[in-house]
């Protein structure tokens, strides 16, 4: 639970590159412009799944996967659970 207070309390931090956000946008099948929003969205939820694991996030809700570095708070990549 504490992870996931750390990761709620710099949601304003979470960004990513040009990369991830063609690869997200890939990943997850979505054409959205503002693919942090979306993210930080889906994190947000409170049905969202929370834990840390080494150096990375992991945010679970319903069928997708958010990886997101703890340190640097960039969302490395998302996928679709199957």
């Given at each position: 639970?504490?992870?996931?207070?750390?990761?709620?309390?710099?949601?304003?931090?979470?960004?990513?590159?040009?990369l991830g956000v063609d690869?997200?946008?890939?990943?997850?099948?979505?054409?959205?412009?503002?693919v942090v929003e979306y993210?930080?969205?889906?994190?947000?939820?409170?049905?969202?799944?929370?834990?840390?694991?080494?150096?990375?996030?992991?945010?679970?809700i319903e069928n997708v996967?958010?990886?997101?570095?703890?340190?640097?708070?960039?969302?490395?990549?998302?996928?679709?659970?199957?």
């Open positions: 639970m504490e992870d996931k207070k750390i990761l709620l309390d710099n949601i304003n931090k979470i960004h990513t590159t040009e690869r997200i946008k890939r990943n997850l099948k979505i054409d959205i412009v503002d993210c930080k969205n889906k994190v947000l939820d409170e049905n969202c799944h929370i834990y840390k694991q080494g150096k990375n996030w992991y945010c679970e996967k958010i990886t997101i570095n703890s340190y640097s708070y960039t969302i490395i990549t998302a996928h679709i659970i199957k």
